[in-house]
């Protein structure tokens, strides 16, 4: 407490009633009533009761300074001492963080259902087993031809077919090209084979052709027996 | 320094771990903390438990309190929500308090009257309570007019010195000392029965 108000207490007891009334105070007078918590709170207690019954209002409004102390004691030092700082606060991040991320992740996951979908159709659309078929024969029997031929001997093959190419060692089903016919042959062609029968295509060509190349099963016979008659 | 300022001062020296600082602050807005309180919470001792819960709050918070608002605004704010919040815990738990739309001027806010702080109780604090009042009305009457005038000029009306200084066509200082004066004659009267 400043001298000042050490040699004049009721100097002091001025200085509070003032502050009690939100009059201006300097910092002297204010260090003097921080050094005299004791007497600022005994004459505040009674500036309370009497401007209360002035206005007509309760006296049992209570003072809580001691609970408030002992309720402060309680804190942790911690955060005593870092009161006035944010502390050690993890922060959230920020809004725009958080969006790009959201970008970040949904564009990676389109990028792999991407490159698995055409991986996925690449993969299926591949068939190993057309690599071994042989090109269509135009001139001359080739060892397919061949074979066929033998297999086709065995049954009753009509007359003036050629055989078609095959690959002997699998199945027919799925796995031959449209047949190819000797130049030769051509004027030998029946009439169903050249579309001009009238009595349809014959079953076992349309078996064949719709087993053999299900790319040319819209085509129908007809189709295909033109382009026996051109060749 | 104004009385802002002075509350700010009061602030930045308790944040700095001053906490006398914090007990003035304590002491000057503690009782109007409590009438607010009352306005929205019935319980006498709930009111004095969020007064204190109030403070407690503000002073774990001083360090957000930038001083864009005065003091008193920052904490009633506070004691508003804590009050606030304390109704809504209490409709949680199927405890409902009865309000009566105040009509509060700042707000459509319901309040109640502050029964809480009604002067009640027990016989003997209702005896102690009136002896008070009798013993501060007696008071005021034996004070001189002047006295009397600046001290209800002030309490009443809640004029500023500098307004009292103008109804009463005085200094500011002889106001400051009337209104002294007019408190020490009541409190010496009244001092025998504080401790009761």
Request: overall charge negative; some cysteine.
């Amino acid at each position: 407490m400043s001298k000042q108000y050490a040699n004049n207490p009721e100097t002091l007891r001025h200085a509070i009633s003032a502050w009690w009334d939100d009059e201006p105070l300097d910092d002297k007078t204010l260090d003097a009533m921080l050094g005299d918590i004791g007497q600022v709170r005994c004459h505040a207690g009674a500036y309370e009761c009497i401007g209360s019954r002035i206005r007509g209002e309760s006296f049992l409004t209570r003072n809580l300074l001691d609970g408030i102390n002992e309720r402060l004691d309680e804190l942790p030092d911690a955060e005593h001492r870092n009161r006035g700082d944010r502390g050690s606060v993890v922060a959230f991040p920020s809004r725009a963080v958080r969006q790009r991320r959201v970008w970040q992740g949904a564009i990676a996951a389109s990028l792999f259902a991407a490159v698995t979908a055409v991986g996925l159709t690449v993969s299926l659309s591949e068939d190993p087993a057309a690599e071994g078929v042989a090109p269509m024969q135009a001139e001359g029997l080739t060892e397919n031809d061949r074979a066929v031929m033998a297999s086709l001997n065995e049954q009753a093959m009509p007359e003036g077919v050629s055989p078609a190419t095959v690959r002997p060692e699998q199945s027919t089903v799925g796995k031959a090209v449209p047949a190819s016919s000797s130049p030769a042959g051509a004027a030998q062609l029946p009439d169903w084979a050249t579309g001009q029968s009238s009595r349809g295509a014959d079953p076992y060509v349309v078996t064949h052709y719709r087993t053999a190349a299900p790319e040319f099963g819209t085509t129908g016979p007809e189709a295909r027996a033109a382009t026996f008659g051109r060749e | 320094m104004s009385a802002e300022e002075t509350d700010k001062a009061l602030v930045a020296r308790a944040r700095d771990g001053d906490r006398r600082a914090f007990d003035l602050l304590v002491l000057k807005y503690q009782h109007r903390v409590q009438r607010l309180i009352a306005r929205y919470i019935r319980d006498q001792e709930q009111v004095f438990d969020l007064a204190q819960e109030t403070f407690i709050k503000a002073y774990r918070a001083l360090g957000r309190f930038r001083g864009d608002s005065a003091f008193y605004t920052w904490i009633y704010r506070i004691a508003v929500n804590t009050a606030k919040n304390q109704l809504a815990s209490d409709a949680r738990g199927g405890y409902m308090v009865s309000l009566n739309s105040g009509g509060s001027d700042e707000s459509d806010e319901p309040m109640i009257e502050p029964e809480a702080l009604r002067d009640g109780g027990t016989p003997d604090a209702l005896a102690a309570t009136e002896e008070l009042r009798t013993a501060i009305d007696q008071a005021i009457s034996a004070l001189p007019e002047d006295l009397r005038t600046a001290l209800t000029l002030r309490e009443m009306e809640g004029l500023s010195y500098d307004e009292i200084a103008s109804v009463m066509d005085c200094p500011i200082g002889t106001v400051r000392s009337r209104i002294f004066r007019a408190r020490e004659a009541i409190e010496q009267s009244i001092k025998p029965l504080k401790g009761a």
